[in-house]
T-cell receptor, first 113, second 117 residues
Framework: QKEVEQDPGPLSVPEGAIVSLNCTYS??????FMWYRQYSRKGPELLMY????GNKEDGRFTAQVDKSSKYISLFIRDSQPSDSATYLC?????????????FGTGTKLQVIP | EAGVAQSPRYKIIEKRQSVAFWCNPI?????LYWYQQILGQGPKLLIQ????????DSQLPKDRFSAERLKGVDSTLKIQPAKLEDSAVYLC???????????????FGPGTRLTVL
């Protein structure tokens, strides 16, 4: 079983739709939960992160973490064509005094104008 | 602020040849990472440096991959000899030293796309 599972998609939605992206994980030691966005032929860039369980909102983006279910989500409201990208969930745990980050496989999102 | 620089951007080689990638991190970032991203997969950590010391190379195939970070600044990743399954994007990232409080954001370079024929 992989430590982090993510549906690869692709996910295609019309402009203005609400998008829900999800990941599950198995390692209880994960403390920080991140969402990265990766445009084609670019490196990933951090969208937002949360610590432990709870919600965090940043503009049109909301991240949710449910540690009891080992489940995290990213919601995108009023999706735009510019949101078309691959979204990677990532989680970190401490190991030997360092952060170790594990990425999901990524979900490819296409927002149709 | 300049981002993480990587070169070359693209490389095509034949199997059993050797190849090297270069990375220059953001100024002041002591931690440097090399990731391998196979098409359709997420980045997989190959090696993590803090300054010029290795802190994690548990997933580095040491029989063919090597990496160094002399002087604690830029870094090179080498593959010798390459195999077909090494075809991937090699991403370099850097971050500040983790102080144990907040998540340490990793800043990624554009990657080097390697094709092994």
């Amino acid at each position: 079983q992989k430590e982090v599972e993510q549906d690869p998609g692709p996910l295609s939605v019309p402009e203005g739709a609400i998008v829900s992206l999800n990941c599950t994980y198995s390692n209880s030691a994960f403390q920080y939960f991140m969402w990265y966005r990766q445009y084609s032929r670019k490196g990933p860039e951090l969208l937002m992160y949360t610590y432990s369980s709870g919600n965090k909102e940043d503009g049109r983006f909301t991240a949710q973490v449910d540690k009891s279910s080992k489940y995290i989500s990213l919601f995108i409201r009023d999706s735009q064509p510019s949101d078309s990208a691959t979204y990677l969930c990532a989680m970190s745990a401490t190991a030997g005094g360092y952060q170790k980050v594990t990425f999901g496989t990524g979900t490819k999102l296409q927002v149709i104008p | 602020e300049a981002g993480v620089a990587q070169s070359p951007r693209y490389k095509i080689i034949e199997k059993r040849q050797s190849v090297a990638f270069w990375c220059n991190p953001i100024s002041g970032h002591a931690t440097l990472y090399w990731y391998q991203q196979i098409l359709g997969q997420g980045p997989k950590l190959l090696i993590q440096f803090q300054n010029n010391g290795v802190v994690d190379d548990s997933q580095l195939p040491k029989d063919r991959f090597s990496a160094e970070r002399l002087k604690g600044v830029d870094s090179t990743l080498k593959i010798q000899p390459a195999k077909l399954e090494d075809s991937a994007v090699y991403l370099c990232a850097s971050s500040l030293v983790w102080r144990g409080r907040e998540y340490n954001e990793q800043f990624f370079g554009p990657g080097t796309r390697l094709t092994v024929l």
